[in-house]
């Protein structure tokens, strides 16, 4: 005979709850958005294979950057925004998007389960949904997907410091992935592109400045390994890789890289203002009715600590 006793089936529920009085951070990720990169001459049958192909590839959004793909996870950055209103600031890359929940949340009592998942699948409904506005003319093949994960950030800085470690990866890799096609484009072969990168990374050290900490680093995405990090740019002499890319980018395509769209470069960040409504100004409304709260979508620098000295009422 089966045990039914409602206390003995709950026994075996897990939940974990986040650490109470910390920043979440819930970062989806889109699941399968690249090409496997095998050469010999296999992308076509990869493409052919569009079932198991892969979304940005299947779809044939622009390379290295996608403005409408961009454009539609903005979209569904800004619904999230306004479904789940303990969020305060949201920060967007490539498949990516990283939702900041207040540290007083108790939204599902902080069980990470729930927070996760139900945010994972309102913004995978909205993709769908959104498609359509974005891509008149373009067919979605088969369902997107993705995953998610909560992390708890104690203090302000460790959170500003996560986001600006998501902001210097939007930055190295659109800056790799800028110079990798600009070399396909003109004819290399995409290995030929890939080593003559390598060589690049391999003999020079990145530099990456993040609030007066110096980072120095090799390599890209998740290959990227840190070599030290300290307070005085030391190793600044031995070169940095981002100029010498930046270099190239100009010499032999006439691509200057501080001219490419903002969103390409800095990746983008969604939050509340409070406006004065103009409207509401001129009649004898009470202060309170004379501000406006409006959700922006901003393509800025938010390493710089000027940018939350801007926004003070983010982290607030
Ligand atoms: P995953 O997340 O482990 O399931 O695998 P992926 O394939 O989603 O890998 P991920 O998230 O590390 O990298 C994102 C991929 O998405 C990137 O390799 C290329 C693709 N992607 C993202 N944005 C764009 C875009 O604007 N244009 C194109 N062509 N591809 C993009
Ligand atoms: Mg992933
Ligand atoms: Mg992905
Ligand atoms: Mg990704
Ligand atoms: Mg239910």
Redesign the pocket.
């Known amino acids: 005979c089966f045990k039914t006793n409602p206390d003995y089936i709950r026994s075996f529920l897990f939940e974990s709850k986040l650490m109470p009085s910390t920043w979440i951070v819930i970062r989806i ?7 496997l990169f095998l050469g010999f001459g296999l992308d076509g049958l990869l493409t052919f294979f569009g079932a198991f192909g ?4 299947v779809h044939e ?6 403005k409408q ?2 454009d539609l996870m903005n979209l569904c950055a800004v619904a999230v925004l306004e479904e789940f209103h303990d969020i305060v600031f949201c920060y967007g890359v ?3 998007y990283s939702f900041v929940l207040r540290k007083d949340s108790q939204l599902y009592q902080r069980r990470a389960s729930k927070i996760v998942s139900a945010i994972v699948s309102f913004f995978s409904s909205m993709y769908v949904m959104k498609w359509k506005d974005v891509f008149r003319k373009k067919e979605l093949k088969y369902p997107p997907s993705f ?1 998610g994960r909560a992390v708890c950030y104690p203090s302000n800085e460790i959170l500003q410091d996560y986001l600006a470690w998501r902001q210097v990866d939007c930055h190295i890799n659109n800056q790799y992935n800028t110079c990798f096609w600009s070399l396909v484009k003109s004819g290399k072969s995409k290995s030929e592109a890939q080593n003559y990168l390598k060589f690049v990374t391999e003999r020079l050290l990145k530099f990456v400045c993040c609030k007066g900490v110096h980072i120095f680093i090799r390599g890209y ?2 290959q990227c390994r840190v070599l030290g990090i300290s307070t005085t740019p030391i190793l600044q002499s031995q070169g940095t890789q981002a100029r010498e890319k930046n270099e190239l980018l100009l010499k032999e395509f006439g691509i200057n890289y501080n001219t490419l769209p903002p969103m390409f470069r800095q990746g983008s960040s969604i939050f509340r203002v409070k406006r004065e409504n103009p409207t509401l100004l001129e009649n004898d409304a009470s202060s309170v009715e004379k501000t406006e709260t409006k959700i922006v979508t901003e393509h800025c620098n938010i390493i710089e600590q000027s940018f939350w000295e801007a926004h003070p009422s983010i982290l607030d």
């Open positions: 990720d889109g699941c399968h958005f690249h090409r892969r979304f940005a590839d959004f622009n390379k290295p950057n996608d793909a961009l490539s498949d990516e995953d995405g998740e």
